[in-house]
Structure formats: C-alpha cells, structure tokens
T-cell receptor, first 117, second 113 residues
C-alpha cells in the first residue's frame, strides 16, 4: 500500500502557457500533501504544504500566484504552474502523508518533468 | 537550526562492501528521521526510518544508527550491490516544522561491480 501517482510524468510547453500537474494517493487518504521542486543533482526543495479543503501554505520565496495549489479531496492535489517560463523547468514531485496508527509517513510520487520552451 | 547536514556528497563502494552515509542535525525537537532512496528521473522512495527513542534499526541490508547526544544518524548499507547505486537523502521532521520534512543535501552512491 501507500502508492502515490502523478500525472503527467513529463510535459513540454511553450513559454506563457499554464500547466497542471495532478497528484493522487491511490490506496489511502492523505491528510496532507506536499509539493517539491528538484533541480539536477540537488536536494528536494519544499514549495508548499496543503491540507484538504484549506489554502496551501507556501514556503518563503515561492510565488503563490504562480504556483497554484488545489487540494480538492483527501486523495487529489493539483499544482498549476501559471504563465510558465523556461526558469520554471524542473522536476516537480508531490508527496502524501498518511496518518495511521501513530505513524505520519510521507510517500512520494514518481515526479513530473516540466520543460518550458 | 532547521538544517540537516549530510555527508559525503558522493561515495564509491565496491560490490559487497559497506556503504556509510552520515547526517547531523541541530534541532533537538526533531523526532522522526527517515532515509529516502532516489533513482534518476524517479521520486524518492522511503527506505527506512527511525525515532530517537532507539539507537539502531535494521531492515534487511539497511541499518540506521542514531546517536541522540551527538545529534547524528547514519545509514549503513551492508553487502552493497550495483542495484543500490542511487542518490540517498536523509531527512528529519518535528518541532516547529510540523509534518514538513527537512532534507539533507543527498549522497550519490555508486557501487562498482
């Protein structure tokens, strides 16, 4: 159990367009979902934390108007990169936190490679 | 105080050897320390995790050693295999960071055949 999926796995878009990335917890209800960004050979950088039905909490330096997060249900969160530019090209990874039996483990999705031309 | 320092940045080990990756933290409020394994182009996968009330946890070839007084923890991979070649991240959670994970910088492990 504890499978997290992301869609799409990769996307190429033109500069100025918006891209939506979906994150789903397939076999559990996620109390919290997280969105990360990862550049090549670097660690994961947390962008925002979202709880179902409430506004996302963004990390310092992350533009909330550019990276729109919607957490519509306990199994689905979406990240929309608005008016994407080449510098937004990166590997975006979500994780879902399952609180069960006293554990609160984050399970990661497979990531989405975004390339903005 | 929220940082987690990880070393080495890269590690090359021969097949069958022991791989050791170290992490150090400052925030004594951290209460959960997972290790993640990441292959190129994939998301991180939880490998093993420990809480500060135990000094060691073993799962198969993977062992976490935890030194609460030194605020350090390490991952040991016994009988390292070429398939273990990946990037490993330590992380910590707790205190004012809540459920958010603070990641180390990562260690790129290469196991030569």
């Amino acid at each position: 159990g504890a499978v997290v999926s992301q869609h799409p796995s990769w996307v190429i878009c033109k500069s100025g367009t918006s891209v939506k990335i979906e994150c789903r917890s397939l076999d559990f209800q996620a109390t919290t979902m997280f969105w990360y960004r990862q550049f090549p050979k670097q660690s994961l950088m947390l962008m925002a934390t979202s709880n179902e039905g409430s506004k996302a909490t963004y990390e310092q330096g992350v533009e909330k108007d550019k990276f729109l997060i919607n957490h519509a249900s306990l199994t689905l969160s979406t990240l929309t990169v608005t008016s994407a530019h080449p510098e937004d090209s990166s590997f975006y990874i979500c994780s879902a936190s399952r609180a069960a039996g006293g554990e609160d483990t984050q399970y990661f999705g497979p990531g989405t490679r975004l390339t903005v031309l | 105080q929220q940082q987690v320092k990880q070393s080495p940045q890269s590690l090359i080990v021969q097949k069958g050897g022991i791989s050791i990756i170290n992490c150090a933290y400052e925030n004594t409020a951290f209460d959960y320390f997972p290790w993640y394994q990441q292959f190129p182009g994939k998301g991180p996968a939880l490998l093993i995790a420990i809480r500060p009330d135990v000094s060691e946890k073993k799962e198969g070839r993977f062992t976490i050693s935890f030194n609460k007084s030194a605020k350090q923890f390490s991952l040991h991979i016994m009988d390292s295999q070429p398939g273990d070649s990946a990037t490993y991240f330590c992380a910590a959670r707790g205190g004012t960071s809540g459920s958010r994970l603070t990641f180390g910088e990562g260690t790129q492990l290469t196991v030569n055949p």
